[in-house]
């Protein structure tokens, strides 16, 4: 039989490779049965970040301090536009705090829609009956709405009183600086 030889496998060859191989994993599996030992770098996992959603356009254009134009438009009572002034809109989850430069005071407004906040409060007029020695006067109270609709430019603050379905003011602000 030409070829084929039998009888002892003659000494095998050394491969490097594969010995480092062989004690690598020899070592893993040492390494897992030992107790108290710690595994051999392990990426650690990465921490929750929470998603934070940017607001659309329109809250990303008037955050912050700006300062607006004011043009009023009157209908069933008296509005009236100021000089030009600054406001800081600060918002946070579904609400925008609104503040007039120069320390006025914060007002909160809800989301009701998209770039669309509203505020309410109770409000009163005295309504007068009578003539002379005949007046009387009577404290009415109403719920007055205030609702913010954020433009590209600035916004839109419509004034609600009682029940009214259309606004009795109307004022556009618009960002100047």
């Known amino acids: 039989m030409d070829g ?15 010995e480092l191989i062989v004690q690598q994993t020899f070592e893993a599996m040492v390494a ?6 710690a595994p051999a770098e392990a990426t650690p996992e990465p921490e929750y970040q929470p998603v934070v959603p940017l607001g659309s ?3 990303r254009a008037v955050a912050g301090s ?17 000089d030009n002034m600054t406001v800081d809109f600060n918002f946070t ?18 989301k009701v829609g998209e770039n669309k906040y509203q505020k309410s409060e109770m409000g009163y007029y005295i309504l ?13 109270e109403e719920e007055n709405i205030t609702v913010i609709t954020l ?14 379905t259309s606004p009795c003011c109307y004022y556009t602000f618009t960002i100047e600086k």
Do not use: L
């Open 66 to 82: 700006h300062e607006y134009s004011v043009v009023a438009t009157n209908f069933e009572c008296t509005c009236q536009a100021t």
């Open 32 to 37: 897992e049965e030992e107790p108290g030992s």
């Open 57 to 59: 356009d329109m809250e």
């Open 151 to 164: 433009t590209s430019n600035g916004y839109v603050m419509e004034n609600y009183k009682g029940s009214a």
């Open 128 to 140: 007068m009956s009578g003539e002379g020695d005949q007046t009387v006067e009577t404290k009415v």
């Open 93 to 110: 989850g579904n609400q925008v705090e609104i503040t007039n430069g120069g320390g006025g005071a914060t007002m909160v407004y809800e």
């Open 4 to 18: 084929i030889s039998f009888g002892e496998d003659p000494e095998p060859t050394n491969d490097p490779f594969r």
